[in-house]
């Protein structure tokens, strides 16, 4: 009974992201979902027997992804010859009707502009997604892609028993926007485009966060022995019955003229599209033409990609601005002459750093290129070196904080410079305010960035423990903060206090301390005092913490002017202790113990034993010492863990055996 209803829900789960992610027309709402994946994850933790790699459980991802294995490709991965001109594409057409001596029909696709991926199937499941890699091999990547949900984990309908279809991993629009603007206001590097974003969340060893970054996934090629029809065109239409999201711009093109109106059309409609493209695909139609055309060593001779030519402008660099983030990294930016760019009027753009300044040798009022980085971030790309004349001086990075005079630091292996007056810096004192209230930190709703602006400016704010002082009189005779506004910011201002000790810990804006980086610490120390004392040594021993983020706690930690602001907030009565109830949970057979995990496991994620850990009193070290109590030990363990735990003595533990442990207590 229990088996049956397992396989009922897992069937209309991947209906529902079938009908959502491919069709974009759900049928149920997202709690009914969410109500039916409850029910399943239930049932298969209740009954492990029924385990299934391919169920839609498992879309959430896990972390226990061990070293990506490489793959050798059945049939070869290769690129495609580039063209940039209708000179070219003429000649592609020419070769190809010479060496066919026949009638022959192209199909026109758009070129995502992703990272390539090689799915295999049998019997309908899912069984290896491997990379391009050198187009000979490439990594497995399954786990991750597993966690796409717009990728069909079984099929429907009457498809072939093995065979292979190649697509392009996407981050859509929105989701790179999104990324980017949490990025931001971290002050952590921003993705490029959503390229470089895609390729790198699938190379990620943690498919948990892959899936938190909802990749998508287009396809454009059967590959297979037993494929159900001669033409390409045909073979994708088919695919888009077992459940994959294949391109509604496929057109199959009889003349060449057919092929120049769908790329005319394309380099002006593609901008409306909710993923990045930057070309159109022309294949040969028939399976039969493309074997007599053959490949070269690089790339197939039956296709070509067209690639639209980059959008950019000229227009004048009139100076250099530079703004302070949060953390106190500053960034410079380039105001230039208005341009019209990819439909939008670019005013701005981002300089980055002081090295991408020297190297492209600017000067107030060169001409430059600016382009779209991804059709998003306005960029400058060169200087019109020819174009010099009465040009000013030469742009050199600043040497002083813009907002409060402080002589600017660069820290070693780090291309940004920093401004370290951060408790007397402006923008980073409300940076921090406002970091400190948000939805994540402490979710003190009406201290918006304008509000917290003003009482800045009225020395009602100038740091974070302000907030636990301010008054109600105060408030109230503020422009723009009425009776009611004022009430309500007090209110929210007395339920932070019960916001619990890790989000407190990340809310304190300790650089490189993010969501995941607090509850660490806060599981680890269990308090702030403990905390405060502890020294680097300990810090790098916490699992994932470290050399960076341990400098930047023991610096925060060690600045006077830090502790006195902690200590206030322990006075407000903020949460400065993990809560009872955590406490309780946790148990003490691991009390005082230094545990290492390696390896993969059968019964239970890494993530899984690491919160076992945690919750019976033990600590997550990354790295084998003297002083680490065991080690659990999964299979395919490291081999320099297990040489230096053999070396040292350390004791390794099976998960069954730390199972039985726990259990005992």
């Known amino acids: 009974m229990i088996k049956e209803r397992i396989e009922l829900l897992r069937q209309e789960l991947e209906q529902h992201n079938y009908n959502y992610y491919v069709l974009s027309s759900p049928v149920v709402s997202d709690f009914e979902y969410d109500l039916m994946m409850k029910q399943l994850v239930d049932l298969e933790r209740q009954c492990p027997e029924y385990f299934d790699p391919n169920s ?27 063209t940039y001109s209708a000179e ?9 009707s010479k060496a066919l001596n026949d009638g022959f029909e192209l199909v026109c696709e758009l070129k995502y502009d992703g990272t390539s991926i090689s799915l295999t199937y049998q019997h309908g ?10 187009g000979e091999k490439g990594d497995d ?4 892609v597993r966690t796409i949900r717009s990728i069909p984990l079984r099929l429907k309908g009457d498809f072939p028993s093995v065979f292979e279809i190649r697509g392009e991993i996407l981050m859509p629009w929105a989701v790179f926007d999104e990324q980017n603007r949490e990025r931001e206001a971290q002050e952590e590097p921003l993705f490029a485009n959503p390229r470089n974003a895609a390729s790198g969340t699938l190379k990620l060893q943690n498919s948990n966060l ?5 990749l998508d996934g287009y396809f454009y090629y059967l590959l297979g022995d037993k494929l159900p029809c001669e033409s390409h065109s045909e073979n994708l239409q088919k695919a888009a019955t077992w459940g994959f999201k294949t391109s509604d711009a496929t057109k199959v093109c009889k003349t060449l003229d057919d092929v120049w109106a769908f790329i005319k059309y394309w380099d002006v409609e593609r901008k409306n599209l909710p993923v990045a493209t930057d070309g159109i695909v022309i294949k040969v139609n028939s399976l039969t033409q493309q074997r007599s055309l053959g490949l070269t060593a690089k790339s197939p001779r039956w296709a070509v990609a067209y690639k639209f030519q980059a959008e950019k402008a000229l227009t004048r660099l009139n100076s250099v601005s530079y703004q302070v983030g949060r953390t106190g990294a500053v960034t410079p930016v380039a105001n230039l002459d208005p341009v019209q760019l990819s439909g939008t009027t670019v005013k701005r753009a981002s300089l980055h750093n002081a090295d991408i300044i020297k190297s492209l040798d600017l000067h107030i009022g060169d001409m430059v290129f ?61 940076g921090k305010i406002e970091h400190f209230v948000g939805r994540k930190a402490m979710n003190i709703e009406g201290l918006g960035g304008e509000t917290i602006n003003l009482l800045y400016q009225n020395n009602l704010l100038s740091k974070i423990s302000d907030i636990y002082s301010l008054k109600m009189g105060d408030l109230v005779q503020l422009e723009r903060l009425g009776s009611k506004s004022a009430q309500n910011i007090q209110l ?13 810990l990340f809310s304190l804006g300790i650089r490189f301390v993010g969501e995941t980086v607090a509850k660490k610490l806060a599981f680890a120390f269990i308090n702030i005092e403990d905390l405060i004392t502890t020294n680097y040594e300990q810090l790098v021993e916490v699992d994932e913490i470290g050399e960076r983020i341990a400098q930047s706690v023991v610096r925060y930690f060690s600045d006077e002017e830090n502790l006195k602001t902690v200590r206030l907030l322990k006075e407000y009565g903020l949460q400065m202790t993990l809560s009872d109830d955590k406490l309780e949970a946790m148990g003490t057979s691991l009390s005082g113990q230094c545990i290492v995990i390696s390896g993969t496991f059968r019964h239970h994620s890494r993530d899984e034993y690491k919160a076992m850990i945690e919750q019976h009193g033990g600590k997550n070290v990354a790295s084998v010492s003297a002083k680490t109590s065991f080690i659990l030990a999964g299979e395919n363990m490291g081999p320099e863990k297990l040489k230096k735990a053999e070396a040292l003595g350390v004791q390794l533990m099976n998960e069954e055996d730390f199972l039985s442990l726990l259990i005992k207590e």
């Open 56 to 82: 839609p459980s498992q879309r959430v991802g896990s972390d226990i992804n061990a070293a990506f294995k490489q793959v050798a490709h059945i049939y070869p991965m290769l690129s495609l010859s580039n």
């Open 492 to 504: 929210a201002v007395q339920k932070s206090k019960e916001v619990p000790f890790e989000r407190v």
């Open 210 to 214: 892959v899936a938190s970054r909802k």
């Open 141 to 144: 990547v399954t786990a991750n």
């Open 370 to 430: 600016v382009e779209k980085g991804g059709e998003i971030i306005p960029k400058i790309t060169a200087v019109d070196k020819d174009a010099r004349i009465l040009i000013g001086d030469a742009v050199n990075f600043i040497k002083k904080c813009p907002e409060c005079g402080a002589n600017l630091v660069r820290y070693e292996g780090e291309a940004a410079h920093y401004c370290p007056n951060e408790n007397h810096c402006p923008p980073q004192i409300k």
């Open 125 to 134: 499941a899912l069984v290896r997604a491997v990379t391009r890699g050198d």
């Open 88 to 96: 070219e594409v003429q000649d592609f057409y020419d070769r190809v």
